[in-house]
Structures are given as structure tokens and as C-alpha cells.
């Protein structure tokens, strides 16, 4: 009770400060997750109002990277790779909540346009393969981030508390990469989208792990030596202790 007093409370807020004539306001709890070195994952609350009739749907967007898939075959009982292909600016994390499945909200042309839903992602895919095509490549990609966690396998679920507010649950789990997320709210009305607010979302890493990112990434050669001079030494540690 507490928790949605608060919700409530941050929405008169958000609403009091907008436009009059605004169809969508919408707002995170929180612009900033924090990863610490016991971070195991948090959950985001998403929160809005709408001013009229329409369903609601929110994508998620993690920051877009380069990704190398590759294809292994079994030869002469040995997994070998036969194939690779890049995709260019894919998402590093994405997520989709809306009030109703995306099929029955917008036509086709609508969710590629706004890119809403994996089956709509545009994915730019140079494949260097004789025997897979580029699709193959695209669902091995998106497999793979959903078995990470970093790719939702389902729509998620946006709960109307009355009859103008919403909110959802947005996971993000304990390997999520750091980085600016965009958190993109769509109003869609007759199957147009009649208004859109994009909100950003750092998630950072703090303390110490922030510093052996930012050295390893930074300092790659001198890391590597650290590295290497570290495990030789547990070695020679263990080897001392043993003939004891």
C-alpha cells in the first residue's frame, strides 16, 4: 500500500508538470542502477498515465554493439567452426512489456517501423557462411541472448491500476552490461502510434569493480600481465603448501 501511495504520489507529480493536451506521461523509479560487486540483478518500476483511450507498450533498449555469431559443425567427431557472421548495432539488452499482444495492438508496418518485438528487430547481418543464410544467423543471435537473460523470450505483462494509470516491472538481471538504455513508451490508438516518450537509464558499475572494468579495458597489456604474474604465483603457492 505504502508502495503505490508512492506511486501515486510521483505521478500527480509527473502529471502536474507536463502538458495540459499530453496524451503519455510515463517515468522510471530510478534513472540509475548501480552495479557493486554483490549486484545479483534488480528490477526497475516503470509508471505512467494516459489521457484517453489507447493500449500501452514499452520497449527497453540496451546499447547497440557489433556481435559475432558462429556456426560449428561435427567433423570426424570434433565441433568445429564452418561459418560466422556479424550483426551490426545489435541491442546488448531488450525487453517488451505492453497491455495486450503486440499482434493485436498494431499492424505489421507499425512494430517494424518502431521496432516493437524481436520479430521486428532490424538487424544488419554480413554473414560469411556457404550453408546458413542470414536468418539462421539472426535467431542463433537472438537465441543466444535470451539463454543470457539479456534478450526477453515473452512480452511482458502492463497493468492498468485504473483506468489512465500503468506500471511495469522492468528485470535486469546480475551480467547486464553497462552502458545508456533507452526506455521507449508508446501510446498506440486505432493501430497509430499517437504519442511516444523515450527516457534514458544509466547502468554503471561503482567501487572497485568499476576500477578493475575501467583498468582492464584501459590498461589491457599491464592487466594481463597482472594477471599472469597473479596465477603464476597462486601456482607457486600451491606447489610450496603441497610439498609441505
Given amino acids: 500500500m505504502k508502495r503505490l501511495i508512492l506511486i501515486i504520489a510521483l505521478l500527480v507529480g509527473t502529471l502536474g508538470t507536463a502538458r495540459a493536451n499530453e496524451p503519455l506521461v510515463a517515468d522510471l523509479s530510478k534513472h540509475l542502477v548501480a552495479i557493486t560487486t554483490g549486484f545479483a540483478g534488480t528490477d526497475v518500476l516503470l509508471f505512467g ?3 484517453g483511450e489507447g493500449e500501452v507498450v514499452v520497449v527497453v533498449r540496451g546499447p547497440a554493439k557489433a556481435e ?3 556456426r560449428k559443425d561435427r567433423k570426424a567427431g570434433i565441433w568445429i567452426n564452418t561459418g560466422s557472421a556479424e550483426v551490426e548495432s545489435a541491442p546488448s539488452f531488450y525487453r517488451v512489456a505492453s497491455t495486450k499482444p503486440l499482434a493485436e495492438i498494431a499492424p505489421v508496418a507499425v512494430l517494424d517501423r518502431h521496432q516493437i518485438g524481436l520479430d521486428h528487430l532490424d538487424l544488419s547481418i554480413d554473414t560469411k557462411d556457404n550453408g546458413a543464410d542470414g536468418t539462421a544467423y539472426r535467431d542463433a543471435l537472438i537465441r ?4 543470457k ?11 492498468f491500476m485504473s483506468h489512465r494509470l500503468f506500471r511495469t516491472e522492468i ?11 533507452l526506455v521507449e513508451v508508446y501510446l498506440i490508438q486505432g493501430g497509430d502510434v499517437i504519442s511516444a516518450q523515450t527516457t534514458p537509464l544509466v547502468i554503471s558499475k561503482i567501487g572497485i569493480g568499476a576500477d578493475l572494468f ?11 600481465l597482472i594477471a599472469i604474474m597473479l596465477a603464476a604465483a597462486s601456482g607457486w ?6 610439498k609441505k
Fill in 171 to 181: 528485470h535486469f538481471p546480475a551480467n547486464v552490461p553497462v552502458g545508456t538504455y
Fill in 149 to 159: 537473460g539479456l534478450y526477453g523470450d515473452v512480452v511482458q505483462q502492463i497493468g
Fill in 214 to 224: 575501467d583498468f582492464a579495458h584501459q590498461q589491457a597489456a599491464a592487466y594481463g
Fill in 144 to 147: 543466444l541472448k535470451q539463454k
Fill in 68 to 70: 559475432i555469431v558462429r
Fill in 49 to 51: 498515465a494516459v489521457d
Fill in 237 to 242: 603457492l600451491a606447489a610450496a603448501a603441497f
